[in-house]
């Protein structure tokens, strides 16, 4: 578990309320890192993932020779950098002669390596490469539709592994309700063969069909590559039912004044304090009673002139 913490400024404790963990998630940051050695199609990979999530993600240029994270130990320095930029995704580039073009997907939870994702880089096509309308282009922060086509994202262990990391890469933060007219870009999946995965992505065209329903058209606009699955570790099964729990899981909490009937339904008390009217002071110039008093001399006044009427006359 991670050491605890204690604010000394304000400032402080809202950062640390951000970071605490929550049964309900806000969007999740991305941390993209390099190996000791990447060659210039990772490095252009990097890049553009950066590119594609760069306001929810944080990019290091620098050299990292003691991350390993297959190996026993060779996570600390990347746990390090996840507690130090709150980033529960992970992307991290290698090249060898071993592994060429290396890329390994991973999660974090609690700032601790939940599970990974290792795959081959192959027929790396970048932005640059496609021709298209530049109006087309997707804006930046835009929600993305994701699309996997092929049997094996519900059969096969490795794609099912891969197709949970990739969607929590790159959906962004889960929404109720989305307008249609907003989606712009769509994330292009399709299984080749057990172990390859060919990524797209591309542009979202909507057009008249006759109907409520627009038809869309997508134009691919890079980048695309070939994923080949090399290694995968899942999590641990303990460490998994923690982090899937939700909001149905926690206590509900006891409501004052309230109690549930089956035919009425919910049915709440109002106290409410005695009101000494009676002991209220009124205000000594009030409209009301200047009012009643002009009446009354009014009237008063009438009445004497009336009087000293008849004694005229008698």
């Known amino acids: 578990m991670s050491e605890f913490r204690t604010a000394k400024t304000r400032r402080g404790k809202k950062e640390l309320q951000k970071r605490a963990p929550k049964l309900i998630e806000s969007g999740k940051k991305t941390l993209v890192l390099h190996g000791t050695k990447t ?39 990347l746990e390090f950098f996840s507690q130090k930029t709150d980033c529960s995704i992970f992307l991290y580039g290698s090249h060898s002669k071993k592994r060429p073009n290396n890329l390994v997907i991973g999660r974090t939870y609690d700032h601790h390596v939940y599970d990974l994702v290792e795959v081959g880089i192959e027929n790396f096509k970048a932005m640059e490469s496609f021709m298209y309308d530049k109006k087309l282009a997707p804006k930046e922060g835009s929600k993305p539709f994701m699309a996997f086509i092929g049997e094996g994202f519900e059969s096969v262990i490795g794609l099912k592994h891969l197709k949970e990391v990739l969607l929590d890469l790159f959906r962004g933060e889960v929404v109720e309700n989305l307008n249609l007219a907003g989606v712009d870009r769509a994330y292009v999946c399709t299984a080749l063969s057990s172990t390859k995965v ?4 591309c542009a979202l065209r909507l057009k008249k069909s006759g109907t409520v329903v627009p038809r869309m058209e997508l134009v691919e606009v890079g980048p695309s590559m070939d994923m080949v ?12 039912k923690e982090a899937m729990r939700t909001s149905r899981d926690e206590p509900k909490k006891k409501e004052k004044n309230v109690k549930k009937d089956p035919l009425q339904g919910k049915i709440g008390n109002v106290y409410i304090p005695d009101q000494k009217i009676g002991e209220m002071a009124l205000p000594n110039k ?25 004694k005229e006359d008698s």
């Open 39 to 77: 060659s210039a199609v990772l490095n252009t990979v990097l890049t553009q993932i950066y590119q594609l999530k760069k306001e929810s993600a944080v990019k290091y240029s620098r050299k990292n020779d003691n991350i390993k994270p297959f190996e026993a130990g060779g996570e600390t320095s």
């Open 229 to 240: 699955i090399r290694r995968h570790r899942p999590p641990n099964e303990s460490v998994r």
């Open 286 to 310: 009030s409209k009301g009673v200047k009012r009643e008093r002009r009446e009354a001399k009014q009237k008063h006044g009438s009445d004497d002139h009336a009087s000293k009427k008849k």
């Open 198 to 201: 060919f990524f797209t992505h």
